[in-house]
């Protein structure tokens, strides 16, 4: 019954949670974040190559999104353009990501990984997908493209 204290955990009471209980836990991101980290398609790239896999080199990131941006298989991207994706990565799409505990970045093996926060984007991103960016998500969660043609 209601207002009694102890009451059986498997009730299945009609009477709503205290407003304390329903709230996400405080380790959780907002969603200014999530839209920070959204915002930038590259970005958004980045975080959809985490659906197909959680851990990637940041110079096959920038590799697959030259490819991605120029339309060309990865094998056709130059050095001048994965350069300069790898530097807009390096100095600013990775650290927003990493600020926001979406991605890691080991600095000395250039390895990205998914964060705690991962899951949060990764959601949002799928419940945005389909319909708003199913071409950039085919793309990033494709293989790459390791012929040498």
């Known amino acids: 019954m209601d207002g009694e204290p102890g009451g059986d955990k498997g009730s299945t009471s009609d009477v709503p949670e205290s407003p304390e209980k329903e709230l996400p836990p405080p380790n ?13 398609p590259r970005r958004r790239y980045l975080c959809y190559t985490l659906l197909k896999d959680t ?3 940041l110079n096959d ?3 697959k999104i030259v ?11 130059t050095e001048d353009q994965r ?4 530097i ?5 799409h990775i650290p927003k990501l990493v600020a926001e505990g979406v991605v890691t970045f080991d600095e000395g093996t250039e390895r990205v990984t998914a964060a705690e926060h991962a899951d949060q984007v990764l959601t ?10 199913a071409a950039q998500e085919t ?3 494709s293989e790459m493209d390791e012929r040498e043609d």
């Open 88 to 92: 807009s990565l390096y100095h600013a």
């Open 124 to 133: 949002a991103l799928e419940g945005m997908g389909g319909s708003l960016d």
């Open 83 to 86: 350069e300069e994706v790898y």
């Open 61 to 63: 990131l920038a590799t």
């Open 139 to 141: 793309h990033a969660r």
């Open 67 to 77: 490819a991605w941006e120029t339309d060309v298989p990865e094998h056709a991207v």
């Open 28 to 40: 959780f991101l907002e969603i200014e974040p999530i839209y920070e980290a959204l915002g930038h």
């Open 55 to 57: 851990e990637w080199s």
